[in-house]
């Protein structure tokens, strides 16, 4: 049996068909910002699908089931609500929709839990009972499993740990709220915090010119020009003020994922996500920020791990991953 996994993007709707083993056998990809009409959307998504499973001579007969990974999509309605990076608007339905064309189990996630249930069934985490991700990207997501099941909480959006509150009255999160985990530790909260290390530095070596290390970056060159990646490459050549970003990121992440350890004592911490990228200059700080700021008890029982999943299949194996749960 296969399982289909779907990833719901505010551009792309990327889907996969998913064997047993987790290995993507067939993959197929449409246009998402096209669609105002939800009914459309889901009518095409069925060609879509029944192309995808031509491509290896199978049927809905062979199916297990439909997983989906959404933004604000819950798993107990089965509905996504209002996502702001979706153009389509209002309460959408997939659940019943999908059931319109083919009888099989359909079940929905947002991204970062579907992204977590993901490294269980298929990942590093398989087998493991206790455990949480954090998805490092242009936000902080997470997902806990507890006791073998994800945590989903009364709302079934449980585990938004990138908005729980580290700093009080700290900086302006993209949610509204000041001091998110998600304001520091995002590719744009570590972005935010190199521009803010060079305004300071350049404020006092104003009239210095600026060494041209090769692998350096030129403080001349525009901040919104540069990327995580770039400021990765930077910290990798030694770049002094790269390298402080990410220990200053490190310094709240660590301290984000210390305070998670205290609510469910798992016995690893998976990270994934393009600034996990950089290796080193993030990690090494990170695992002792960690371990600085765990509990006592905690201290050493508590792994600092890389998910195993590829970065350009997780969004599909999380989303095949939501139908196996209990
Ligand atoms: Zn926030």
């Known amino acids: 049996m296969y399982a289909i996994g779907i990833d719901v993007g505010g551009t792309n709707t990327d889907m ?51 997983g989906i990974g ?24 997939f659940g019943d929709e999908i059931k319109r064309y083919v009888d099989v189990p359909v079940a929905l996630s947002n991204d970062a839990n579907a992204a977590a249930y993901g490294e269980y069934i298929y990942g590093g985490a398989k087998g493991m009972k206790n ?9 902080v997501g997470s997902g ?3 006791d073998g099941r994800l945590l989903l909480g009364s709302t079934g959006a449980a585990g938004e ?9 700290g900086r302006q999160c993209s949610c509204g709220l000041r001091g998110c985990t998600e304001a520091y530790a995002s590719s744009r909260g570590i972005l935010q915090t190199y521009a803010e290390l060079r305004a300071s530095h350049d404020a006092l070596h104003r009239d210095d010119n ?49 305070n998670a350890v205290a609510f469910s004592s798992p016995s ?3 990270l994934m996500g393009g600034p996990t990228l950089v290796g080193e200059p993030l990690l090494a700080p990170l695992r002792r920020e960690f371990e600085k700021h765990l509990l006592y008890n905690y201290k050493g029982t508590c792994k600092v791990r890389m998910s195993e999943l590829r ?15 209990k």
């Open 16 to 66: 996969g068909l998913v064997s047993e083993e987790g290995k993507i056998v067939a993959r197929r990809r449409f246009s998402t910002s096209k669609y105002n009409n939800f009914q459309q959307y889901i009518h095409d998504m069925m060609d879509e699908l029944k192309q995808l499973l031509a491509t290896v001579s199978a049927d809905f007969s062979n199916v297990e089931g439909i």
């Open 70 to 93: 959404a933004p604000n999509a819950n798993y107990y309605t089965r509905c996504v609500e209002n996502a702001m990076n979706l153009s389509m608007k209002g309460l959408l339905n």
């Open 131 to 139: 455990f949480i991700m954090f998805t490092l990207g242009t936000g």
């Open 144 to 146: 806990i499993v507890i």
């Open 161 to 169: 740990l990138g908005h729980a509150i580290l700093v009080p009255d």
């Open 210 to 258: 600026e060494p041209t290390t090769p692998g350096w970056i030129d403080h001349n060159r525009a901040l919104t020009d540069l990327s995580c990646k770039d400021l990765g490459d930077a910290a990798n050549a030694g770049d002094p003020l790269a390298i402080k970003a990410f220990e200053i990121t490190a310094h709240y992440l660590g301290m984000a994922m210390a």
């Open 268 to 270: 690893a911490i998976f």
């Open 311 to 325: 970065a350009n299949e997780v969004a599909i194996l999380g989303a095949a991953a939501v139908i196996k749960m």
